[in-house]
Each structure stands twice: as C-alpha cells, then as structure tokens.
C-alpha cells in the first residue's frame, strides 16, 4: 500500500484547507458550542446570501440532504414524477424515491453533459411536479431555456448545484436561479467543509421559509422559539436532523472567505489543460478526443476538467498509461438509468443511449486547489506523449 501510494505524482484530489480555519474551530471549541445553529452557521449564510446574492439560504448537513428538503418542502409523493439527467450523481434520484415519487431520466446535451431542455419537455407529463437540473462541472445548464418550458408547464425547477458553488450563468449565481438550489460543501468539492451543504430559496416566500425552518429542525417549530415568539417548541411536521455542527461551519466560513483564492488556483490547473488540449488537437490533426468546454454565457468555478475519448477502450488505455506515470484520472458518473436500482425502476440501458455512450468515455484529469503548476504541467505533458503515441 505505501508503495503504491509513493508511486502516486500527481493524486486525483487532495484537500486543499487554510490555516485560517484552525483558528475558527479552535473558537466554537473555546466556546463550548460544537452544536448547531450559532455564530459560524449565522455567518455562513450570510456570506451565501452577500455574496452569491441569494434570497434565503438555510445551511445543511449535505447537498443529498438540501436535495432531499426540497423534495419535502413541494410535497411530492407516490404518483408524481421528477425528471432529472441520468447522467448524475444518486442523490436526486433517492430524494425522490424515498418520498415514493418516480425519478424520469432525461438525456444530455452532448457538448456540456447537462440536462437536456427538448429532452426534458419531452418527459414531461401530467404527473410532472418538478424538474431537478445538475451543473455538471461548474458548467451551467441551459436555464434560460430550462426555466420557460418549467413556467409554461407550471413545473418547480430544482437546482443540484453541488458542483455549481461559486460559479455563474449570464451573471446569475448557480442555486439561485431556480425555485430552490441546493449546494455542497463536501470534501470532494471546491469549498471544503467536510460534510455540509446548503438549500436556497429564490424567492422570499415565508411559507416555504416557516416550513424549511420546520423539516431542517427535526419537524419542530423549535425556530420560532428562538426568536422568541413562543415558549416552547413542539412537534409540528415532517422533517429530519439537517443542521450542521459548528465546527464544520466554522472550516466553511474560513472556506468561503478564500473562495477567490479557490477559484484563482483551480482556473490556472484548467487553463494548462485546455491550452494543452488545444494544442494537442492542433499538432495531432487525427487525434479525436474532445475536452470540457466553457460555453457562452457561463463562467465556470472549474470544478472538473475531463477529456472525451472516442471509445471506451480508449479511455480505459489512456487511464492506464497515466496511471503508470503516477497520475490519477478517474471516470466519473456511470448513468442512473442503467444501474441495478435503474433496473428496479423499469428502465433499460437502450433508453438513453448517447448519455450510456458518453458516460463511458469520459475522463477526469486530477484538479484540485493544492496541485502545483509544475504537476499540472507533469500531467498535460504525459497526456500530450500518450496521445501522440496511439495514432
Ligand atoms: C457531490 C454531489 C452530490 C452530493 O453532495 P453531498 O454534499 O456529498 O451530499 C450531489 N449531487 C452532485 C451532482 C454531486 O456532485
């Protein structure tokens, strides 16, 4: 094991953190008060809502939990359905499944690995309660056109912004550009705290905020108490544990105030990649991998960098041969549609058969906020003499 571990140059990810969160969490121990809801979580959404220009934002253990609040807060149930890509990542689906609704898988764009919009309307039916899109990426969904089909209809839009922090679409901030954005704060992600996430609101509305108050805090009215309009708080509804402990929002905040050091540092590792590709592409004229694109209109916190290869066993050959010089690429989403729970929900491997292609030939190359210039330059380098060698 530590062999191989040694053998590693360049790793996939790495947690990138600031000393200043050091000094945050040793506060919240100072104060006694490792539970939730106090300075940190007050300051946290603050920062969200400052910032990224957010109406209401409420912090919470995780983007599957945020996703699974949102499914709560608009009711859905057994008989409704949701569509959502089936590129993606489970939580969506399972928010929807433990509610007893149905997830309806909607196929790609091929040229950002986003939802659909024609694909989308055309899953739409009566039984149609929401639509939850996925920035994959740090790349925007089409959400011009994704919010006109959804407001024709009268259908919710949900954002899983959990790779979307800190990035745009035509000046707006991802997760809140939809009825509700959730967003994630795990350690796999640009802004690290741990386990956490976040649910926005795009609009003030104090019934959805009375009732977000009530699920995120186990189904009581233990809010209002707080404020000081009641005495004493009781069971009133539905809800869970969804509050995170203030030592993580503390890491959070230390996060959130280097964001543009964040961002700064991935952009650099992404902009080596895509001019190494560029020019591979150019010096190679047969060479027929593609690479993420950044399309108009949307400003990426360059969460992944990813290459498209032709085949399947292309991308297993080209993951190999960097392994074997130390680096790390990693595939990414296999579809929902065709995994053993797709199976169970009725669905086939044919039925989306450009999103069961391309999930099969993409690959991730390593991009995290610590990789050095050096390393990055290591990787396009290899990827440029791997390349080159299977033509
Ligand atoms: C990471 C991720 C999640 C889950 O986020 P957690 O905060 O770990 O629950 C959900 N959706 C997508 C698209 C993700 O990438």
């Known amino acids: 094991m530590q062999k191989f571990e040694d053998s590693i140059k360049v790793p996939f990810h790495r947690e990138y953190h600031f000393d200043m969160e050091n000094g945050y969490i040793y506060d919240v121990i100072k104060n006694r008060n490792t539970s939730a809801d106090g300075y940190y979580t007050d300051l946290a959404e603050k920062f969200l809502k400052n910032k990224f220009g957010y109406s209401e934002v409420f912090m919470t253990t995780s983007c599957t939990h945020a996703l699974e609040m949102a499914v709560l807060l608009l009711d859905i149930k057994q008989g409704d359905e949701v569509i959502m890509p089936s590129f993606n990542f489970p939580s969506a689906a399972n928010a929807v499944v433990l509610r007893g609704a149905m997830p309806v898988f909607a196929e790609i764009n091929p040229l950002t690995m986003n939802i659909s919009p024609q694909d989308f309307k055309r899953n739409i039916t009566k039984k149609t309660k929401a639509v939850i899109v996925m920035h994959y990426a740090g790349i925007a969904c089409d959400m011009d056109k994704i919010m006109e089909i959804a407001s024709e209809k009268g259908i919710y839009v949900i954002e899983d912004a959990a790779q979307g922090a800190d990035a745009k679409y035509k000046g707006r ?3 809140g550009i939809g009825d509700i954005g959730c967003l994630s704060f795990h350690g796999t992600k640009n802004h690290i705290a741990g386990e956490a996430g976040a649910i926005i609101l795009k609009n003030k509305n104090d019934e959805w905020k009375n009732k977000i108050e009530i699920i995120r805090q186990k189904g009581t009215n233990r809010n209002d108490m707080l404020r000081g309009s009641i005495s004493k708080y009781e069971w009133v509804d539905k809800g869970s544990s969804y509050c995170p402990s203030e030592l993580l929002m503390a890491m959070l905040c230390a996060q959130l105030e280097n964001k543009d050091v ?58 190999k041969k960097l392994e074997s010089k130390g680096i790390q690429a990693f595939f990414h989403f296999s579809s929902l549609h065709s995994s053993p729970m797709g199976k169970k929900l009725g669905y086939k491997n044919e039925d989306l058969s450009l999103t069961e292609s391309m ?8 991009l995290y906020t610590g990789l050095s210039i050096e390393q990055a330059n290591y990787v396009i380098n290899t990827l440029e003499e791997i390349i080159t060698e299977m033509r």
Do not use: A, V, W
């Open 173 to 175: 901030y991802l997760g």
């Open 262 to 319: 964040i961002r700064k540092k991935r952009k650099e590792i992404f902009e080596i990649y895509s001019k190494g590709m560029e020019s591979i592409k150019n010096k190679n004229e047969y060479c027929n991998i593609d690479y993420i694109m950044i399309p108009e209109g949307s400003d990426s916190n360059y969460h992944i960098f990813y290459i498209l290869t032709k085949t399947e066993h292309d991308r297993e050959l080209i993951q």
């Open 359 to 366: 999930s099969k030939r993409l690959l991730r190359l390593p």
